[in-house]
């Protein structure tokens, strides 16, 4: 999937994935990873989610890595923060308060970019990628983010009647990614009302990584 797919997504408003509210899975489990407050959290592929504001509110540090520079401009703007923006390399950093975002292709980050890292919140980048380039992904992710404890948002469905994104993720997909680094939990399922855009019933799940040697 190429970068221009996301871009234009941006560009011409079809972005059918953003939450205008905090996603339920956040707002109920996130405690779950029993991070201190001021800990520094991760959104790979995070857009303008709405889930930045209130990781905020509740006094933790983000670090985002988002494609889209539209993205990361209303961001701000709904915050109402004004970034200092620095050109670091091929990615670009905005920053502000307890807030850091870098604007580019996200296997270009580094350990050094995003710094140390307490969790990873992963909503919507797993599910984002294409089957191909989920392995390279979940091993990246793993590289420059050590097993920092995961809260993952994944979705399953019949492939063959809807293309992605989001795409399925099976419960054995994850496993195969991360159960040799980390102990898996499912702590909720639900069934997605009304079927996932709209058109094919489909099950979203928030699942608990914690580091597999603690």
Same mark, same amino acid.
């Given at each position: 999937?190429?970068?221009?797919?996301?871009?234009?997504?941006?560009?011409?408003?079809?972005?059918?994935?953003?939450?205008?509210?905090?996603?339920?899975?956040?707002?109920?489990?996130?405690?779950?990873?029993?991070?201190?407050?001021?800990?520094?959290?991760?959104?790979?592929?995070?857009?303008?989610?709405?889930?930045?504001?209130?990781?905020? /509110?509740?006094?933790?540090?983000?670090?985002?890595?988002?494609?889209? #520079?539209?993205?990361?401009?209303?961001?701000?703007?709904?915050?109402?923060?004004?970034? #200092?923006?620095?050109?670091?390399?091929?990615? /670009?950093?905005?920053?502000? #308060?307890?807030?850091?975002?870098?604007? !580019?292709?996200?296997?270009?980050?580094?350990?050094?970019?995003?710094?140390?890292?307490?969790?990873?919140?992963?909503?919507?980048?797993?599910?984002?990628?294409?089957?191909?380039?989920?392995?390279?992904?979940?091993?990246?992710?793993?590289?420059?983010?050590?097993?920092?404890?995961?809260?993952?948002? /994944?979705?399953?469905?019949?492939?063959?009647?809807?293309? !992605?994104?989001?795409?399925?993720?099976?419960?054995?997909?994850?496993?195969?990614?991360?159960?040799?680094?980390?102990? @898996?939990?499912?702590?909720?399922?639900? &069934?997605?009302?009304?079927?996932?855009? !709209?058109?094919?019933?489909? /099950?979203?799940?928030?699942?608990? @990584?914690? &580091?597999? &040697? #603690?």
């Amino acid at each position: 999937m190429e970068a221009s797919f996301w871009h234009q997504k941006w560009e011409r408003g079809e972005i059918a994935f953003h939450e205008s509210e905090a996603n339920p899975f956040l707002v109920a489990h996130f405690e779950n990873l029993n991070l201190a407050k001021d800990s520094r959290v991760f959104l790979p592929l995070c857009g303008k989610t709405r889930d930045f504001a209130w990781l905020l /509110t509740f006094g933790y540090r983000v670090v985002g890595a988002e494609l889209s #520079k539209l993205a990361v401009d209303e961001l701000f703007k709904e915050l109402g923060l004004e970034p #200092k923006i620095s050109i670091e390399g091929k990615l /670009t950093r905005y920053s502000a #308060k307890d807030i850091d975002i870098l604007v !580019g292709d996200v296997f270009d980050l580094s350990t050094e970019d995003i710094g140390t890292i307490s969790a990873i919140y992963d909503r919507a980048a797993l599910v984002a990628l294409p089957a191909d380039i989920r392995e390279r992904y979940t091993s990246h992710l793993m590289n420059i983010c050590g097993t920092a404890p995961q809260l993952l948002i /994944t979705y399953e469905y019949d492939q063959r009647l809807m293309d !992605g994104p989001p795409f399925s993720v099976t419960e054995n997909e994850v496993k195969r990614h991360y159960g040799a680094a980390y102990r @898996l939990r499912p702590v909720e399922s639900k &069934n997605i009302e009304g079927g996932l855009k !709209g058109e094919v019933a489909a /099950t979203e799940t928030a699942w608990l @990584l914690q &580091n597999a &040697n #603690k």
